[in-house]
């Protein structure tokens, strides 16, 4: 087997997922798993429409079940201050708020809405009062299909249009190419699902353990939804089971729960079915994409004009960044982009990894693969030419960018010499074989945090931020910084986080947790090696004489540079000052320079794979990830990025569709069986290979971001491979065997 | 609640008199499917009757061929050394269905009796005339990529989903059924039944009827293989599936069966395309003639014309893959 390329290449062997062991040991407490003294079961009631109104809940034999405390539904929900419009038009200029007020009134937006919550003693007494709900509705027909409704989509507040130079340049270009895309609706389904247990421990006191990647952002909402301050509200999320950007808003279950719970003095608990994973916490929206690339003869890239529609739900607008690489990824001197949003009878779609580029590489990387064929060019040839050195827009400088190293890196791993110039003209053991690649794009920056750090005279040094880790290993990089910062091992550093009591840090996605806490760690470390060396000079005898910079700092010591007999522990430092710890807290700003420097991380995706002649079936033989994501701070974690990424680009690719029957406009895959991912066997050796070149200039760590640019190019690199072995371009994913036969 | 009651039997007897006083009992075995469908409300048995402990576990193989109890493993059938090495079309077949986890827990009677993975089936809001009859067919004009293009009607376009089953009607397999009335044998190709106007029954078990084995005849088919096309590499139902066995000799077959999965209400036994191979040469076979016969009945919905193309690739692949 070939499966052990997985970890090849080297790995640091005594870097450790710092909460790895709890995890897969279940010690590891999930929001749904805090048990509290009283607690109750809260149910959904879901709208069985996708359009329309209630008419009438008839609730007698549910409410008469056994164990069943309350029912709560449009009629008899307690007021909520948010709902009012008042603060509801605060929390617009604010931020995105609850789109749909749960239980505000009967309005169906869309199918498998929660129209009613059923609380009882028991979570299996729950599940049925809730089937005994009959709902009568004033149905109206919804418009759910996407390919038939495109007509009527609108462009959003923002950034519909975009324009350098001529538009439809491509149009008089020497060579040209054109073509649309569409790519499916697909669900995040981590393995998680959201949870909420919302606890008033006083009447304008709340503690929510809640699923979430922003305790901060979940507080706020709460805050503003309950009119409380937001020093009254707790919210807990130590551990999350992925996300992927479904967790990246308060969704209407957390409200609901805290709604039940002040209404029936007690603690309710909340978890959504797999089935409500598709109907409420959002999903990468459909997408349908038009692109024209134009270039001279030689290759050089004349003109791009790249046109975008998702879909928004019917009550509220979302949109995302579908056209921007093909406004920066490649030097292009004229470029025009639209974008537009369509509303349907759907829940509201959310951010999915690599959210907006993901969509719109599939369509440009696939583009310029189509063009290089028609120049009779390399693609990686054809990126070369059109390399951006600075930004094509506003020809800043980047802060860093080496996917020139990206594309050397992966040609060589994957074996691009290997690759048929002709596409199906290459066979391994009766198999058409293919290469393929893509690049990834991802807005990389650096937000504002703070983190608190505290040096025990144990000798354990303790960090806190109120972020969360949804998976990709935040609580081991902060380890990872701190241990080098502090000269200490990983096993004397904590990093704490998942709860608003901590100093405020951001919301985990976009690739920016690392970059921004990791700049408040590296400030911490800094100002603690401060303190010691100054505690040293004032405590500790033999000392008083030295200067601060007449010392070392490393091993957990601080030292005489010219004398190192001179020598005393961090720990015996406080010890001798007489007291019980050393506090640091210290704030980072977000990135300033936006006006000096362009900001991105990249990535470069290789795939090989085989196609069947005959019955069209792809098995994948190989990718090779490359990423340019600044300095490694992690790699244990990091690698582990880079292969879910391209594991989720193979499921975009290959797999995932969410579907809808739209006569009901009613999911009809909502579950794991039908909702394909990749399983084991689908997936074929990752290498993984990093630039590992610090940015200096985003952040003191030297990181960029790698989240997102770890799937983002992974699906165009899989269509452009399928292409490659057998001369059929795949426009409309996912790639099933239906498609190539 | 929907309660229920659940009682445990040792001996088929005792199983089949449970059955007849309670018309409302459900058999549970592995349970992989019915637990299911019971958490989705698809089906509301009164009482599950345990048949586990009875003994129908047995694997034997005698030179009329073999028998395989109801309750063996698929996982214990799979990977019994005498089954591969005489039967390796359905061990393939076996091994083509589900994961490793269901094959685990799934028995052989269970296998055959699962019902269809259409998505209308299970989802209660909507319409579906083989959960509630005479509430229409979600899928004649919903999403029916998965449907069936053989056999349908107008009342229901499912599949049916089991792989193994595909074998043995390929495999002229025999279930052995038992009720109070004695014992009685079904051809296997007889045991599935196409929808008509009664989709809600899947097969030709009696009220009352328990399976207790499925019988193999023994068969000199030295070219046998199974090849199922599906979206994903694992735990993924069949787009199509084939299951070819063939008696070769020299470069003649000799005799040959035939059977296609994914494609109708029943694994479908391709009788016509068996005599038609029937005394060819291996080096001289037209598969266009053979799959455009086997296709001309076919009927197709929206989302799934792919499946005769597919099906007719899928066939020519799977006798090229048993020749070789």
């Given at each position: 087997m070939d499966k052990n390329y997985f970890f090849e290449d080297t790995i640091t062997a005594d870097e450790k997922r710092v909460d790895g062991v709890a995890k897969v040991t279940g010690a590891a407490t999930f929001s749904a798993e805090h048990t509290i003294p009283g607690l109750t079961y809260a149910v959904f009631v879901c709208s069985t429409i996708a359009r329309g109104t209630i008419k009438?809940?008839?609730?007698?034999?549910?409410?008469?079940?056994?164990?069943?405390?309350?029912?709560?539904?449009?009629?008899?929900?307690?007021?909520?201050?948010?709902y009012t419009s008042e603060i509801k038009e605060k929390n617009q200029r604010e931020r995105v708020l609850n789109g749909l007020n749960v239980f505000a009134d009967n309005i169906v937006y869309s199918n498998g809405q929660p129209i009613a919550l059923v609380i009882a003693d028991t979570w299996e007494r729950a599940v049925y009062a809730a089937s005994l709900v009959k709902v009568e509705y004033i149905e109206e027909k919804p418009e759910t299909d996407f390919d038939n409704l495109m007509q009527k989509a609108e462009a959003p507040g923002w950034g519909g249009t975009y324009k350098r130079g001529d538009e439809d340049a491509y149009k008089k270009a020497e060579v040209m190419i054109e073509n649309e895309y569409s790519i499916p609706a697909e669900t995040h389904n981590p393995i998680e699902p959201h949870a909420t247990v919302a606890v008033w421990e006083k009447n304008d006191k709340l503690v929510v353990y809640d699923k979430t990647q922003g305790p901060k952002s979940t507080q706020g909402d709460l805050a503003l939804l309950f009119g409380l301050k937001r020093e009254n509200i707790q919210v807990i999320t130590e551990f999350v089971g992925g996300a992927f950007g479904c967790a990246l808003r308060t969704w209407p279950h957390t409200p609901a729960a805290c709604i039940a719970a002040k209404k029936i003095g007690r603690p309710v608990k909340l978890v959504l079915t797999r089935e409500q994973m598709f109907t409420m916490v959002g999903y990468r929206p459909i997408s349908w994409q038009k692109i024209g690339i134009g270039a001279s003869r030689?290759?050089?890239?004349?003109?791009?004009?790249?046109?975008?529609?998702?879909?928004?739900?019917?009550?509220?607008?979302?949109?995302?960044?579908?056209?921007?690489?093909?406004?920066?990824?490649?030097?292009?001197?004229?470029?025009?982009?639209?974008?537009?949003?369509?509303?349907?009878?759907?829940?509201?779609?959310?951010?999915?990894?690599?959210?907006?580029?993901?969509?719109?590489?599939?369509?440009?990387?696939?583009?310029l693969d189509e063009l290089a064929y028609k120049l009779n060019m390399d693609p990686i040839e054809l990126r070369l030419k059109n390399y951006a050195e600075v930004h094509p827009q506003n020809k800043l400088p980047w802060t860093s960018k080496h996917l020139k190293e990206c594309y050397e890196l992966g040609r060589e791993k994957i074996g691009w010499h290997n690759r048929p110039s002709v596409p199906g003209t290459l066979k391994e053991n009766g198999m058409l074989t293919g290469y393929g690649m893509g690049v990834g794009v991802f807005w990389a920056g650096r937000s504002s945090a703070t983190a608190r750090g505290t040096l025990y005279a144990d000798g354990m040094f303790v960090l806190q931020s109120a972020i969360s880790d949804m998976g990709p290993g935040t609580t081991t990089a902060m380890v990872s910084i701190a241990a080098e910062q502090m000269g200490l091992p990983p096993d004397k550093i904590r990093f704490e986080l998942g709860n608003t009591d901590f100093p405020t840090g951001p919301t985990q996605g976009g690739s920016g947790s690392t970059t921004a806490v990791g700049t408040a760690v590296t400030l911490i470390c800094e100002a603690m090696q401060v303190s010691l060396k100054e505690m040293a000079i004032e405590s500790v005898p033999g000392f008083k004489n030295y200067k601060p910079e007449e010392l070392d700092y490393k091993n957990g010591k601080v030292s005489a540079k010219t004398n190192s007999s001179t020598s005393i522990?961090?720990?015996?430092?406080?010890?001798?000052?007489?007291?019980?710890?050393?506090?640091?807290?210290?704030?980072?700003?977000?990135?300033?320079?936006?006006d000096k420097y362009a900001m991105n991380s990249f990535s470069a995706h290789f795939v090989k794979l085989h196609v069947h002649p005959v019955t069209g079936v792809i098995t994948l033989k190989k990718i090779v990830a490359v990423a340019d994501c600044g300095r490694v701070i992690s790699e244990t974690t990091a690698r582990s990025q880079m292969v879910g990424g391209a594991v989720?680009?193979?499921?975009?690719?290959?797999?995932?569709?969410?579907?809808?029957?739209?006569?009901?406009?009613?999911?009809?895959?909502?579950?794991?069986?039908?909702?394909?991912?990749?399983?084991?066997?689908?997936?074929?050796?990752?290498?993984?290979?990093?630039?590992?070149?610090?940015?200096?200039?985003?952040?003191?760590?030297?990181?960029?971001g790698i989240g997102e640019i770890a799937l983002v190019g992974v699906a165009p690199a899989v269509a452009n491979a399928v292409y490659n072995a057998t001369g059929k371009r795949i426009t409309r994913l996912p790639i099933t065997p239906d498609k190539l036969i | 609640m929907i309660n229920f009651e659940y009682s445990r039997t040792s001996s088929v007897k005792a199983a089949l008199d449970v059955l007849a006083k309670n018309p409302g009992a459900s058999f549970i075995a592995g349970g992989t499917n019915l637990v299911d469908l019971m958490k989705k409300g698809v089906a509301t048995p009164q009482r599950l009757v345990d048949i586990n402990n009875l003994p129908l576990k047995q694997i034997s193989i005698d030179a009329k061929g073999l028998t395989i109890g109801a309750l063996a493993l698929n996982s214990d059938v799979a990977e019994n050394e005498k089954v591969k090495k005489n039967y390796p079309l359905l061990v393939q077949a076996i091994n083509a269905g589900a994961s490793a986890q269901l094959r685990n827990m799934a028995t052989i009677g269970g296998n055959i009796m699962q019902r269809t993975r259409c998505t209308y089936f299970y989802d209660t809001t909507l319409p579906c005339n083989k959960r509630k009859p005479g509430s229409g067919c979600g899928a004649l004009k919903g999403y029916n990529r998965m449907h069936a293009i053989f056999g349908a009607s107008d009342k229901c376009i499912a599949v049916q989903p089991s792989d193994m089953s595909v074998a043995l009607a390929a495999l002229d397999a025999t279930v052995m059924v038992s009720s109070s009335k004695g014992e009685r044998k079904i051809p296997f190709t007889d045991f599935h039944r196409l929808p008509g106007d009664i989709p809600e029954k899947d097969n030709n078990l009696q009220p009352g009827e328990l399976i207790t084995a499925i019988h193999v005849p023994v068969n000199s088919f030295n070219k046998n293989h199974y090849l199922k096309i599906r979206d994903r590499a694992s735990y993924a139902f069949a787009l199509v599936s084939v299951a070819v066995a063939l008696k070769v000799n020299g470069n003649i077959i000799q005799s040959a069966r035939l059977a296609m999965g994914g494609v109708a209400h029943k694994p479908w036994r391709l009788k016509q395309a068996e005599e038609m191979l029937t005394g060819s040469a291996i080096h001289d076979l037209s598969f266009a003639k053979l799959t455009d016969n086997i296709m001309q009945d076919a009927k197709t919905y929206e989302h799934n014309a792919f499946k005769i193309k597919l099906g007719k690739a899928a066939i020519a692949e799977a006798i090229n893959k048993a020749l070789q």
């Open positions: 009438n809940m008839v609730l007698a034999k549910a409410k008469n079940a056994p164990g069943v405390i309350d029912i709560i539904y449009y009629l008899n929900c307690p007021v909520v201050p948010g030689d290759g050089k890239l004349t003109g791009i004009t790249h046109h975008a529609i998702s879909n928004t739900s019917r009550y509220e607008q979302f949109s995302e960044s579908i056209v921007d690489p093909s406004q920066n990824l490649h030097d292009c001197p004229n470029v025009n982009t639209s974008y537009k949003t369509l509303a349907l009878d759907i829940n509201t779609p959310i951010w999915m990894r690599g959210p907006g580029p993901a969509t719109g590489c599939f369509a440009l990387e696939s583009a522990s961090y720990t015996d430092i406080i010890k001798q000052s007489g007291k019980p710890e050393l506090q640091v807290s210290k704030s980072t700003e977000s990135f300033a320079q936006r989720g680009g193979i499921g975009m690719a290959m797999h995932e569709e969410t579907l809808m029957d739209h006569h009901s406009g009613r999911y009809i895959n909502a579950n794991l069986a039908d909702y394909h991912v990749p399983v084991n066997a689908d997936i074929p050796a990752i290498d993984v290979l990093f630039v590992n070149k610090p940015d200096n200039i985003i952040s003191p760590t030297g990181a960029k | -």
